[in-house]
């Protein structure tokens, strides 16, 4: 992210203890004692545009905004370190994968929206579900399938949910979540409200034919649909230009506009999905492809590294990492020193120590829960019935 120009208004930097206080606040809250006159940086390439005017590189922010973007990136990068640690100690079980790496399309595409926009993605769903207003506690319980996990501890890592903060999964199946994401956008559009859909997929998921499918829906209908792609280049461990013979994911749709964004630039992201959110509530879908990366494997069962070198890992790590673009942006207008970034990350560490400790103290969900909060109420095994032992429920 290159600098363009500063603000006329001149930042003042932040004393250590401003910035421990700080620390403690994400997206969710305001930082009262920072300045927040406008800085204005341009992003680090151009977008490229698909049947669409790409929009302008030039991003307003504040010292507010690059502050919550950090903190809250430099918490969700802890939360996949700890997951990844908890995950070898056998404390989560099943499939789980790791967001490090793709933080900036979370939080850039937070700053862009609102609540009352939806967002729904696949499996790598642990951060999203943070910057959607979540908590440390609600996260690593459910990953560890305790009570106080925020699906009750019955759905793991792969099915978080917040639906009162517009997050709908959390969805292990490829690519099933976009056809529910142009629901949740046919609802909108019903219901006549100034809100969109953010359906997310990886590229692995890019040529199922259901996402066709519903793209053709959501055009047909002009719903405010936005196709995501998180192209992080592997689906599974396979290259992307071994799987498509087009990977250029932003034209996918043909008949659809499409743009392609820095994944690793949040304020990138944050700006191409403003510019998203406007077009699809006056024309219709729209197809992000966000470039990103994933630096662990595709799950914990996967090295990451028989397919891709540690000399390409390492590379993105030192060229292109989202946090280390927004510390860069911090300390370039001197909103805080490199001290005080250090504290933060360090406090940070400590509150998702203190949320694991927390979640392994919760309780196993209780097996009379098994059948709860999966059907709707009166169409679930009081109607069709079931085997004394709950394995199967048999249909009248």
């Given at each position: 992210?290159?600098?363009?120009?500063?603000?006329?208004?001149?930042?003042?930097?932040?004393?250590?203890?401003?910035?421990?206080?700080?620390?403690?606040?994400?997206?969710?809250?305001?930082?009262?004692?920072?300045?927040?006159?406008?800085?204005?940086?341009?992003?680090?390439?151009?977008?490229?545009?698909?049947?669409?005017?790409?929009?302008?590189?030039?991003?307003?922010?504040?010292?507010?905004?690059?502050?919550?973007?950090?903190?809250?990136?430099?918490?969700?990068?802890?939360?996949?370190?700890?997951?990844?640690?908890?995950?070898?100690?056998?404390?989560?079980?099943?499939?789980?994968?790791?967001?490090?790496?793709?933080?900036?399309?979370?939080?850039?595409?937070?700053?862009?929206?609102?609540?009352?926009?939806?967002?729904?993605?696949?499996?790598?769903?642990?951060?999203?579900?943070?910057?959607?207003?979540?908590?440390?506690?609600?996260?690593?319980?459910?990953?560890?399938?305790?009570?106080?996990?925020?699906?009750?501890?019955?759905?793991?890592?792969?099915?978080?949910?917040?639906?009162?903060?517009?997050?709908?999964?959390?969805?292990?199946?490829?690519?099933?979540?976009?056809?529910?994401?142009?629901?949740?956008?046919?609802?909108?559009?019903?219901?006549?409200?100034?809100?969109?859909?953010?359906?997310?997929?990886?590229?692995?998921?890019?040529?199922?034919?259901?996402?066709?499918?519903?793209?053709?829906?959501?055009?047909?209908?002009?719903?405010?649909?936005?196709?995501?792609?998180?192209?992080?280049?592997?689906?599974?461990?396979?290259?992307?230009?071994?799987?498509?013979?087009?990977?250029?994911?932003?034209?996918?749709?043909?008949?659809?506009?499409?743009?392609?964004?820095?994944?690793?630039?949040?304020?990138?992201?944050?700006?191409?999905?403003?510019?998203?959110?406007?077009?699809?509530?006056?024309?219709?879908?729209?197809?992000?492809?966000?470039?990103?990366?994933?630096?662990?494997?595709?799950?914990?069962?996967?090295?990451?590294?028989?397919?891709?070198?540690?000399?390409?890992?390492?590379?993105?790590?030192?060229e292109r990492d989202p946090i280390e673009r927004v510390r860069?942006?911090?300390?370039?207008?001197?909103?805080?020193?490199?001290?005080?970034?250090?504290?933060?990350?360090?406090?940070?560490?400590?509150?998702?120590?203190?949320?694991?400790?927390?979640?392994?103290?919760?309780?196993?969900?209780?097996?009379?829960?098994?059948?709860?909060?999966?059907?709707?109420?009166?169409?679930?095994?009081?109607?069709?019935?079931?085997?004394?032992?709950?394995?199967?429920?048999?249909?009248?």
């Amino acid at each position: 992210m290159a600098l363009l120009r500063r603000s006329s208004h001149v930042i003042r930097p932040l004393t250590s203890p401003t910035v421990l206080a700080a620390s403690n606040l994400s997206l969710r809250h305001s930082f009262s004692s920072i300045d927040d006159k406008p800085i204005t940086v341009e992003t680090s390439i151009p977008f490229t545009g698909h049947n669409c005017e790409p929009p302008s590189r030039s991003v307003e922010t504040s010292a507010k905004e690059l502050m919550t973007f950090f903190i809250d990136m430099a918490t969700m990068r802890r939360m996949e370190i700890a997951a990844d640690s908890l995950y070898k100690a056998k404390l989560i079980r099943g499939f789980c994968h790791l967001y490090d790496g793709q933080e900036a399309v979370a939080i850039g595409m937070e700053a862009g929206i609102t609540k009352k926009d939806c967002i729904i993605t696949a499996y790598r769903d642990h951060c999203i579900y943070y910057c959607r207003g979540g908590t440390l506690l609600g996260a690593f319980a459910e990953l560890m399938g305790r009570k106080d996990g925020c699906s009750y501890g019955k759905g793991g890592s792969m099915h978080f949910y917040k639906p009162d903060s517009g997050f709908y999964g959390g969805h292990g199946i490829v690519g099933a979540q976009v056809p529910l994401g142009v629901g949740l956008a046919f609802a909108q559009k019903y219901n006549k409200e100034d809100h969109v859909s953010f359906a997310l997929y990886g590229d692995g998921a890019a040529n199922q034919g259901q996402l066709f499918e519903a793209l053709n829906m959501a055009a047909l209908w002009s719903l405010p649909a936005i196709f995501v792609c998180e192209n992080n280049h592997y689906g599974m461990g396979t290259a992307e230009w071994r799987a498509a013979k087009s990977p250029a994911y932003y034209k996918r749709g043909d008949y659809v506009p499409g743009l392609k964004v820095d994944g690793m630039d949040a304020l990138a992201v944050k700006q191409a999905c403003m510019f998203a959110k406007e077009h699809a509530l006056k024309n219709g879908p729209l197809i992000l492809e966000m470039d990103t990366y994933r630096y662990h494997g595709h799950s914990m069962s996967d090295p990451g590294s028989t397919y891709r070198t540690r000399d390409e890992i390492s590379g993105v790590r030192q060229e292109r990492d989202p946090i280390e673009r927004v510390r860069k942006l911090i300390l370039a207008h001197d909103i805080a020193t490199e001290k005080e970034l250090k504290d933060i990350e360090k406090e940070k560490r400590k509150e998702v120590d203190d949320a694991i400790a927390q979640a392994k103290e919760s309780p196993m969900p209780d097996p009379s829960e098994l059948y709860t909060n999966v059907y709707v109420k009166g169409y679930g095994v009081e109607a069709c019935g079931a085997d004394r032992k709950g394995v199967r429920a048999v249909l009248p």
